[in-house]
Protein backbone atom coordinates (compact mmCIF):
# COMPACT_ATOMS: atom_id res chain seq x y z
CA UNK A 1 0.00 0.00 0.00
CA UNK A 2 1.36 3.45 -0.60
CA UNK A 3 1.60 6.37 2.25
CA UNK A 4 2.95 8.98 2.34
CA UNK A 5 4.63 10.97 5.69
CA UNK A 6 5.33 14.78 6.52
CA UNK A 7 6.56 14.93 9.67
CA UNK A 8 6.27 18.45 10.48
CA UNK A 9 2.62 19.68 10.94
CA UNK A 10 3.77 23.29 11.88
CA UNK A 11 7.04 24.82 10.13
CA UNK A 12 7.62 28.69 10.97
CA UNK A 13 10.33 30.55 9.07
CA UNK A 14 11.22 34.47 9.28
CA UNK A 15 10.91 36.42 5.93
CA UNK A 16 14.13 35.71 3.55
CA UNK A 17 15.33 32.83 5.67
CA UNK A 18 15.29 29.15 3.42
CA UNK A 19 12.45 26.67 4.00
CA UNK A 20 12.09 23.01 3.66
CA UNK A 21 8.72 20.61 3.78
CA UNK A 22 9.30 17.18 4.18
CA UNK A 23 7.87 14.41 2.62
CA UNK A 24 8.53 11.36 3.14
CA UNK A 25 6.64 7.80 0.87
CA UNK A 26 6.44 4.66 0.70
CA UNK A 27 5.41 2.41 -2.67
CA UNK A 28 6.49 -0.43 -4.05
CA UNK A 29 6.54 0.71 -7.96
CA UNK A 30 7.33 3.93 -9.63
CA UNK A 31 5.38 6.82 -7.78
CA UNK A 32 3.97 10.28 -9.24
CA UNK A 33 5.00 13.16 -6.40
CA UNK A 34 2.98 16.33 -6.32
CA UNK A 35 3.33 19.43 -3.73
CA UNK A 36 -0.29 20.76 -3.53
CA UNK A 37 -1.18 24.04 -1.73
CA UNK A 38 -3.75 25.69 0.09
CA UNK A 39 -4.19 29.63 0.81
CA UNK A 40 -6.32 30.89 3.27
CA UNK A 41 -9.54 30.70 2.47
CA UNK A 42 -8.45 29.26 -1.14
CA UNK A 43 -9.07 25.81 -2.82
CA UNK A 44 -6.79 23.25 -2.71
CA UNK A 45 -4.68 23.61 -5.82
CA UNK A 46 -2.04 21.70 -7.80
CA UNK A 47 1.66 23.43 -6.59
CA UNK A 48 4.28 21.23 -8.14
CA UNK A 49 5.26 18.16 -9.74
CA UNK A 50 8.26 15.80 -9.66
CA UNK A 51 7.86 15.20 -13.28
CA UNK A 52 7.79 18.75 -14.52
CA UNK A 53 11.04 19.68 -13.18
CA UNK A 54 10.04 23.41 -12.79
CA UNK A 55 10.37 26.18 -10.23
CA UNK A 56 6.59 27.48 -8.89
CA UNK A 57 6.91 30.69 -7.08
CA UNK A 58 10.62 30.03 -5.92
CA UNK A 59 9.53 26.25 -5.20
CA UNK A 60 11.51 23.59 -6.24
CA UNK A 61 11.50 19.61 -5.12
CA UNK A 62 13.73 16.94 -6.05
CA UNK A 63 12.24 13.10 -5.91
CA UNK A 64 14.87 11.24 -4.38
CA UNK A 65 13.72 7.78 -4.97
CA UNK A 66 16.84 6.12 -2.76
CA UNK A 67 15.30 8.16 0.14
CA UNK A 68 11.75 7.82 -0.79
CA UNK A 69 11.42 11.55 -0.30
CA UNK A 70 9.82 15.01 -1.97
CA UNK A 71 10.88 17.79 0.16
CA UNK A 72 9.69 20.83 -0.77
CA UNK A 73 12.28 23.76 -1.28
CA UNK A 74 12.48 27.39 -0.96
CA UNK A 75 15.96 29.62 -0.86
CA UNK A 76 13.95 32.50 0.37
CA UNK A 77 10.79 32.00 2.38
CA UNK A 78 7.84 35.15 1.70
CA UNK A 79 5.15 36.13 3.63
CA UNK A 80 2.56 35.21 1.34
CA UNK A 81 3.77 31.63 1.27
CA UNK A 82 2.32 31.36 4.16
CA UNK A 83 -0.47 28.02 3.89
CA UNK A 84 -0.91 24.83 4.18
CA UNK A 85 1.09 22.25 1.63
CA UNK A 86 0.52 18.94 1.53
CA UNK A 87 1.95 16.26 -0.33
CA UNK A 88 0.50 13.57 -2.65
CA UNK A 89 1.31 10.14 -4.19
CA UNK A 90 -0.35 9.51 -7.28
CA UNK A 91 0.62 5.89 -8.52
CA UNK A 92 -0.05 3.01 -11.21
CA UNK A 93 -0.02 4.50 -15.13
CA UNK A 94 -2.03 2.15 -16.99
CA UNK A 95 -4.63 -0.59 -14.49
CA UNK A 96 -7.16 1.41 -13.04
CA UNK A 97 -5.14 4.60 -11.03
CA UNK A 98 -6.88 7.39 -13.23
CA UNK A 99 -4.68 9.66 -10.99
CA UNK A 100 -5.71 8.60 -7.69
CA UNK A 101 -4.25 10.77 -4.76
CA UNK A 102 -2.79 9.69 -1.20
CA UNK A 103 -2.13 12.74 0.75
CA UNK A 104 -0.24 13.41 3.79
CA UNK A 105 -1.15 14.43 6.49
CA UNK A 106 -0.28 18.55 5.59
CA UNK A 107 1.89 21.22 6.84
CA UNK A 108 1.28 24.24 7.82
CA UNK A 109 3.92 26.56 7.34
CA UNK A 110 3.91 29.94 8.32
CA UNK A 111 6.10 33.24 7.45
CA UNK A 112 6.95 35.51 9.91
CA UNK A 113 7.72 39.30 8.40
CA UNK B 1 -12.87 28.63 -17.31
CA UNK B 2 -15.44 27.91 -14.71
CA UNK B 3 -13.66 25.65 -11.12
CA UNK B 4 -15.55 22.86 -9.67
CA UNK B 5 -18.31 23.96 -7.89
CA UNK B 6 -20.46 22.39 -4.98
CA UNK B 7 -23.21 23.24 -2.72
CA UNK B 8 -23.84 23.55 -0.03
CA UNK B 9 -20.93 25.34 1.56
CA UNK B 10 -21.75 24.37 5.25
CA UNK B 11 -24.38 21.92 6.91
CA UNK B 12 -25.47 20.97 10.23
CA UNK B 13 -27.00 17.72 10.92
CA UNK B 14 -27.97 15.88 14.26
CA UNK B 15 -26.15 12.33 13.90
CA UNK B 16 -28.48 9.63 12.38
CA UNK B 17 -30.18 12.30 9.79
CA UNK B 18 -29.69 12.14 6.31
CA UNK B 19 -27.51 14.89 4.20
CA UNK B 20 -26.36 14.83 0.62
CA UNK B 21 -23.78 16.83 -0.98
CA UNK B 22 -23.63 17.65 -4.59
CA UNK B 23 -20.59 18.71 -7.44
CA UNK B 24 -20.58 19.90 -10.38
CA UNK B 25 -16.60 19.60 -12.38
CA UNK B 26 -15.11 21.39 -14.52
CA UNK B 27 -17.30 20.81 -18.68
CA UNK B 28 -14.98 18.07 -20.27
CA UNK B 29 -13.89 16.43 -17.02
CA UNK B 30 -14.34 12.74 -17.49
CA UNK B 31 -12.66 11.86 -14.00
CA UNK B 32 -14.16 12.93 -10.41
CA UNK B 33 -13.23 12.29 -7.46
CA UNK B 34 -14.53 12.75 -3.75
CA UNK B 35 -12.32 12.98 -0.36
CA UNK B 36 -13.04 13.52 2.93
CA UNK B 37 -10.81 15.97 4.91
CA UNK B 38 -11.16 15.32 8.35
CA UNK B 39 -9.93 18.12 10.80
CA UNK B 40 -5.98 17.65 11.23
CA UNK B 41 -5.56 15.54 8.28
CA UNK B 42 -5.03 14.79 4.42
CA UNK B 43 -7.91 14.22 2.51
CA UNK B 44 -8.82 10.48 1.80
CA UNK B 45 -10.14 9.47 -1.25
CA UNK B 46 -13.84 8.24 -1.23
CA UNK B 47 -14.44 7.19 -4.70
CA UNK B 48 -13.21 8.02 -7.79
CA UNK B 49 -15.68 8.16 -11.03
CA UNK B 50 -14.90 7.88 -14.82
CA UNK B 51 -17.50 9.26 -16.35
CA UNK B 52 -20.42 7.46 -15.18
CA UNK B 53 -18.70 4.80 -14.01
CA UNK B 54 -17.33 3.78 -10.64
CA UNK B 55 -13.19 3.20 -10.53
CA UNK B 56 -12.61 2.42 -6.80
CA UNK B 57 -14.51 2.95 -3.90
CA UNK B 58 -12.67 1.03 -1.75
CA UNK B 59 -12.32 3.72 0.88
CA UNK B 60 -16.08 4.53 1.01
CA UNK B 61 -18.17 3.77 3.90
CA UNK B 62 -20.52 1.42 1.57
CA UNK B 63 -23.07 0.99 4.73
CA UNK B 64 -23.62 4.36 5.23
CA UNK B 65 -22.31 6.33 1.94
CA UNK B 66 -23.35 6.00 -1.62
CA UNK B 67 -22.51 7.90 -4.62
CA UNK B 68 -23.51 8.82 -8.04
CA UNK B 69 -22.29 10.21 -11.39
CA UNK B 70 -25.50 9.26 -13.50
CA UNK B 71 -25.21 11.12 -16.74
CA UNK B 72 -21.05 11.91 -16.78
CA UNK B 73 -21.35 15.09 -15.34
CA UNK B 74 -22.73 16.13 -11.76
CA UNK B 75 -22.17 14.00 -8.80
CA UNK B 76 -23.83 13.48 -5.57
CA UNK B 77 -23.08 11.96 -2.45
CA UNK B 78 -25.00 10.49 0.45
CA UNK B 79 -24.56 10.12 3.85
CA UNK B 80 -27.66 8.08 5.82
CA UNK B 81 -27.57 7.72 8.59
CA UNK B 82 -24.72 10.27 9.48
CA UNK B 83 -22.65 9.69 12.49
CA UNK B 84 -20.75 11.80 14.36
CA UNK B 85 -17.17 10.81 13.07
CA UNK B 86 -18.88 11.86 9.62
CA UNK B 87 -17.74 15.42 10.65
CA UNK B 88 -15.47 16.84 7.74
CA UNK B 89 -14.78 18.91 4.65
CA UNK B 90 -16.08 16.74 1.80
CA UNK B 91 -14.17 18.09 -1.51
CA UNK B 92 -15.19 17.28 -4.51
CA UNK B 93 -11.92 17.45 -7.72
CA UNK B 94 -11.75 16.77 -11.08
CA UNK B 95 -9.70 15.94 -14.04
CA UNK B 96 -9.19 14.94 -17.50
CA UNK B 97 -6.88 12.38 -16.10
CA UNK B 98 -6.90 8.73 -18.11
CA UNK B 99 -5.97 5.26 -17.36
CA UNK B 100 -2.21 6.03 -18.76
CA UNK B 101 -1.73 9.41 -17.83
CA UNK B 102 -1.82 11.73 -14.73
CA UNK B 103 -3.25 15.22 -15.24
CA UNK B 104 -3.79 18.02 -12.70
CA UNK B 105 -7.17 17.75 -10.42
CA UNK B 106 -8.98 20.47 -10.12
CA UNK B 107 -10.75 20.87 -6.41
CA UNK B 108 -13.80 22.28 -5.26
CA UNK B 109 -14.57 24.98 -2.22
CA UNK B 110 -15.50 21.60 -0.32
CA UNK B 111 -18.72 21.13 1.85
CA UNK B 112 -17.54 21.62 5.84
CA UNK B 113 -19.98 18.82 7.70
CA UNK B 114 -20.97 19.01 11.45
CA UNK B 115 -22.74 15.90 12.73
CA UNK B 116 -23.95 16.88 16.06
Known amino acids: AQRVTQPEKLLSVFKGAPVELKCNYSYSGSPELFWYVQYSRQRLQLLLR?????SIKGFTADLNKGETSFHLKKPFAQEEDSAMYYC???WGAGGTSYGKLTFGQGTILTVHP | EAGVAQSPRYKIIEKRQSVAFWCNPI?????LYWYQQILGQGPKLLIQFQNNGVVDDSQLPKDRFSAERLKGVDSTLKIQPAKLEDSAVYLCASSSASVISYNEQFFGPGTRLTVL
Open chain 1, 88 to 90: ALS
Open chain 2, 27 to 31: SGHAT
Open chain 1, 50 to 54: HISRE
